[in-house]
């Protein structure tokens, strides 16, 4: 399968982009910026460049001039909504393959690319037969990967999000991870496991919550056969079966306190006993804990254990909410369509502007899984090629009442409004912001106008 690399900081296109090409049959990656996009030219091989001219922070034809220093085989095409002979002449004398102007013709782009995939193929005929092997080794690493995909985002609180997985992934600090329901604790876990020395070996999941008490011990540590009524044979804990790997405990807080105890010794001594074993097991395994939950406020109030609590919390990071970060809703919503399609075998472009439009006024309280069921089912509906407004559920729909009280423009005694909602908020600057109806730096004017201290 030919591999294409497509840089384009317009999300909406770049991903109508990709859904066009991977229905043709062509394994395809985005990137938003060229800082992405040579990460993964040095990690990956690609068959086919396809870049934006302009970038938001360089020229994509630095791009250009990257592949032409490495002498790789990549063939460059390029694109922009400002079109010139003499910039297209320019560009072609540079070593690109072609030169295509905005708004982007779908089958005169797939002529280009199968010309350029003709061409190199030309070049690359004896090349390929010594490199088959190798190929195909890469191929299945790429699979691999592929399976683990993480969609990063592009908003202020995405890159922060990535620079801290980034920070923490090469170390064994336990991580704490904390989000809503639906924000991807899980993924950020993963993320976290693949990125580390531990990355080869096994990641365990466990979902705290779904445990029953009586068995909770049994699961984590194992037991021998006949150690209890219905042991009937041998049974491999969670602990010894992420040995060497990552662990991951999902909504920790359910942990019961008895339960708290067991993991603390095992936590801190690095073996575990399985039931009825007068053995104990060594075991070299990083743990990472997720929550919803105010684990403060569960120490605080003697439901949580304040020495496991700081033996899981070597490092935390939180989650923002979707609605903290509507920039990325684009990127998630055509990431989840690319998904949808794959299992509904749909070839649903995208969302016209008006979707669009409504989703990104939603609050989505479920996160990013509500999202997903959202796009999965308006693509279940959708009979066009764009999911349309009338796709989507109801509740998008609805245009939420507005709260009289929440807003300095219909409110004279801004102080107290200010102070009230800062208070209900918890000192939350962004939400304080939205419910106010302005922006963070407006919030910010008000309180250094007015001497609020929060």
Known sequence: MNRILIVEDDLAFCQMLATFLTKKGFEVTTCTSAEQAHKELDQNRFDVLLTDVRLPEKQGTVLL????????????????????????????????????????????LLASIKNALKELQGFEKSAIKQTTKAHKKSDALISESQKQKYVQGVSKEAKTLADYIDLVAPTDFSVLIVGQSGTGKEYVAKKIHHKSKRGKKAFVAVDCGAIPKELAVSEFFGHVKGSFTGAIQDKVGHFEAANGGTLFLDEIGNL????????????????????????????DIRVIAATNENLDKAVAAGDFRED????????????????????DLVLFANHFLSQANQILNKQILGFTDEAMSKMEGYSWPGNLRELQNCVKRASLIAQNDYIEETDLPKEILVKPEPQESYS??????????IKDTLAKTGGNKSKTARLLQIDRKTLYNKLKQYNIEY
């Not at 063939?75 to 708004?103: Q, R």
């Not at 496991?308 to 920039?327: T, V």
């Open 256 to 283: 019961s306190y008895e339960l708290q105890i067991h993991l603390l010794r095992a936590l801190q001594e690095r073996v575990i006993k399985p039931i009825g074993s007068h053995t104990e097991i060594p075991v």
């Open 308 to 327: 496991l609590y700081h033996r899981l919390n070597e490092f935390s990071i939180q989650i923002p909410a979707l609605a903290e970060r509507k920039e």
């Open 408 to 417: 300095l423009f219909k409110n004279k005694n801004e102080v107290q409004l």
């Open 65 to 108: 001039d990257r592949v032409q220093q490495n002498n790789w085989s990549t063939k460059v095409i390029l694109m922009t909504g400002y079109a010139e002979v003499s910039k297209a002449v320019e560009v072609m004398k540079s070593g690109a393959f072609d030169y295509i102007a905005k708004p982007v013709n779908p089958e005169k």
